[in-house]
C-alpha cells in the first residue's frame, strides 16, 4: 500500500507534509497482519475485548485528569486500537452477512452522523448559539430514533430516554437521564428525591446539574482530594514515628485538622 503523504495534489506538485491520518492505514495493515499471525490476536472476539475498551478508557480518562498530556497520547491509541480491533473483527464475517463491518464503516457512520447532527456547520441552518445546537441535536436524534424503530417493524413512538446505557456508573447514568429529560421539556423540579433507596443520591446529582456542573467529574475530584488528604495526614503520623494504622480516632482527626480543608 502505497503511502497517501507521496501523494500529489491536482496541479501534480507534491505535498510538502503528510496528510492528516495517513498513518491510520499503516494501523488497519498492522491489524491485519495480528489476526492472520498472531494467536491471541487472532483468537479475540467482540465479547472477549470488551472489557479492554472499558479499561483503556479510564486509563484515559484519567490521564486527562492527571493532566499528563504526553501520556494522552499513548492512552488515545489505546483506545484506538480498540476501534480497528473490533472493526478487523467485523470485517471478517462473510459478505452479505448483516453483522459484518469495516473500519470504513465505522467511520461513514460516524461521519454520516456529524454531519446530520451539525447542520448549522455542513447545513444551511442558522443557530443563534449553544442551547440552540443542543435543542438541535436532541430533535434530530429523536428522529433518527423514531426512524430506526419504524424500520425495524415499530410504531416510530420512542421516549425521550431511549439510547441512555444503564451500563454506565450510577452517578452518570442519573445526570445522563435528568439532563435528557429536562433538555426535551421535563420539568426540572420534577426531578427529586422520590423516597426510596438511593432518592436522596439522585436529588445530589439534581443540585449539581442545575449549577451546570458534571456530577461524575465533581464527585471524582472530590475522592482525589480525599485520598490526597488521607495520604497527607498519614504522612504527617510517620513523620512523628505513629503507623497510621494504629491511630487513634483522637490522633486520626488531628493529624487531619493538620492537613487543612
Known sequence: MSDPSEASDPAGTERSAP?????????????????????????????????????????????????????????????????????AIGAERPEGDPARFTVDDVADAIIDKMTRRHPHVFGGADVSGTDEVWSNWEAIKAAERSAKAKAGGGSGETSVLDGVPFAQPAVLLAYELQKRAVRNGFPADLVGDDGAEGGELFTAVAAERDQGRDPETDLRLAARRFDARVRAAEAAARADGHEPRELSDEQWREYWSKTGG
Open 19 to 87: 496528510v492528516p491520518g495517513h498513518r491510520l492505514l499503516r494501523l488497519v495493515e498492522v491489524m491485519e497482519t495480528l489476526r492472520r499471525e498472531c494467536p491471541w490476536d487472532s483468537s479475540q472476539t467482540h465479547e472477549s475485548l470488551a472489557k479492554y475498551l472499558i479499561q483503556e478508557s479510564y486509563e484515559t480518562l484519567e490521564t486527562i485528569e492527571d493532566g499528563d498530556y504526553p501520556q494522552l497520547r499513548e492512552e488515545l491509541g489505546d483506545v484506538l486500537l480498540q476501534v480497528v480491533f473490533h472493526s
